[in-house]
Antibody, heavy 122, light 107 residues
Framework: EVQLLESGGGLVQPGGSLRLSCAASGFTFSNYAMNWVRQSPGKGLEWVSVISGSGGNTYYADSAKGRFTISRDNSKNTLYLQMNSLRAEDTAIYFC???????????????WGHGTMVTVSS | DIQVTQSPSSLSASVGDRVTISCQASQDISKYLNWYRQKPGKAPELLIYDASNLHTGVPSRFRGSGSGTHFTFTISSLQPEDIATYYCQQYYHLPYTFGLGTKLEIK
């Protein structure tokens, strides 16, 4: 069964850092680009970042540029999101999501994890 | 950024009704629009990709259409398990953007 499992969320003070992880199973992880998408409490979905299957290409939303870093370890089938200089407006559930087609970067998101909650507050 | 305007923001309908949601992009995005369903407390699920293609395992009562700037999502016969919020998403150009969602309720 194809599965994504996020971890690493929690409560952090403004200006602090957090690293999210997304453990993948049930598919050839290195063949697929992966995304992070977030959802603020009671709000809609906001795309954050995408990384290619090899890890060689990364893209970010303006809200994440310069503060967040997406990466992956294909030997561990794990996706990461390093978040620095966190702000109150970064408070959200963070989902990792797999693209549908192998080798594609820009594609529909066909499998999502359950999400991990990040709360930025003093 | 490409803006995606989704309407209505909420909708109440009866079981068996036909339900339609619209999504308008601020520029031509060809076919590069997807539809997702998010049930309360759950992760989003892909329903329709590339405007009109039904994702694997999705019931045939769900349908998508459109291209360019105007897109439509239809549930032909509303079922109780369709209570959810529905989102459209463009991936024609980064950053990918989502509509604000349509919250669907059963009358």
């Amino acid at each position: 069964e194809v599965q994504l499992l996020e971890s690493g969320g929690g409560l952090v003070q403004p200006g602090g850092s957090l690293r999210l992880s997304c453990a993948a199973s049930g598919f050839t992880f290195s063949n697929y680009a992966m995304n992070w998408v977030r959802q603020s409490p009671g709000k809609g979905l906001e795309w954050v970042s995408v990384i290619s299957g090899s890890g060689g290409n990364t893209y970010y939303a303006d809200s994440a540029k310069g503060r967040f870093t997406i990466s992956r370890d294909n030997s561990k089938n794990t996706l990461y999101l390093q978040m620095n200089s966190l702000r109150a407006e970064d408070t959200a559930i963070y989902f990792c999501a797999k693209v549908s087609l192998p080798a594609a970067i820009h594609d529909a998101l066909d499998i999502w994890g359950h999400g991990t909650m990040v709360t930025v507050s003093s | 950024d490409i803006q995606v305007t989704q309407s209505p923001s909420s909708l109440s309908a009866s079981v068996g009704d036909r339900v339609t949601i619209s999504c308008q992009a601020s520029q031509d995005i060809s076919k590069y629009l997807n539809w997702y369903r998010q049930k309360p407390g759950k992760a989003p699920e892909l329903l329709i990709y590339d405007a009109s293609n039904l994702h694997t395992g999705v019931p045939s009562r769900f349908r998508g259409s459109g291209s360019g700037t105007h897109f439509t999502f239809t549930i032909s016969s509303l079922q109780p398990e369709d209570i959810a919020t529905y989102y459209c998403q463009q991936y024609y150009h980064l950053p990918y953007t989502f509509g604000l969602g349509t919250k669907l309720e059963i009358k």
